[in-house]
């Protein structure tokens, strides 16, 4: 089901996801900035056929000073969410459930592990995050790896090209917990979902 006020849904291509280098302007970084408040924790998803078990994605959300995802190669886009290379500003409540209904459907679902870390750890993580680089495709789950290995508190993270791998390593550090989304939409994901009325009646262009 679909709950989000807007969503901009473009064609999912997990076997074959690629990315081009894309470079927000800091304008548009610094005023899409988020500050949960949250105690700082590191998420991974990994995205799991439900017919196979096999891994279609690996992605981070790095809560910190601000919260990011770094979203290596992947599909996802909204016009609300500046990107660096890779890695999405501006990731509010509803841009993080958004995320998540993106990629559910009848034949993904998606495993969010998420691990409490400090505010240091957290930030480092995004530094390293956003100097990686655009990622190329069917290369996710190596450069996921690869940002959670470099990062303080992480080195026991292998590089791997798999992200049922990198689901097993993550899955194994102190603290996780693990949540599975499941949602019975069908496969063709693509389309444009129209802003709700209220949008419209406050006449209004982030409904944060």
């Excluded at 679909?2 to 548009?28: H, K, M, S, Y």
Aim: include cysteine.
């Amino acid at each position: 089901m679909r709950r989000l006020i807007i969503c901009l849904l473009l064609p999912l291509a997990l076997a074959a996801c690629g990315a081009q280098p894309v470079w927000a302007p800091d304008e548009a970084v610094q005023k899409a900035a988020v500050h949960t408040g949250n105690p700082p924790s590191v998420t991974l998803f990994t995205v799991i056929s439900t017919h196979t078990g096999a891994g279609g994605h690996s992605a981070l959300m790095i809560d910190g000073s601000q919260r990011v995802i770094f979203d290596p190669a992947g599909s996802w886009y909204h016009p609300w969410v500046p990107e660096r290379n890779d890695v999405d500003y501006g990731i509010t409540d509803r841009m993080y459930k958004f995320y998540i209904d993106y990629h559910a459907r009848e034949t993904w679902y998606v495993r969010e592990q998420r691990v409490p870390v400090t505010l240091a750890q957290a930030d480092a993580m995004i530094h390293r995050a956003e100097i990686n680089g655009a990622v190329n495709k069917a290369m996710c789950a190596n450069d996921t790896s690869a940002v959670l290995h470099d990062s303080p508190g992480f080195e026991s993270i292998p590089r791997t090209f798999s992200p049922l791998k990198l689901s097993k390593a993550f899955g194994e550090l102190p603290g996780v917990v693990s949540k599975d989304h499941y949602d019975n939409d069908p496969d063709d994901n693509s389309g444009v979902l129209m802003i709700e009325q209220e949008e419209a009646t406050h006449g209004t262009n982030r409904p944060f």
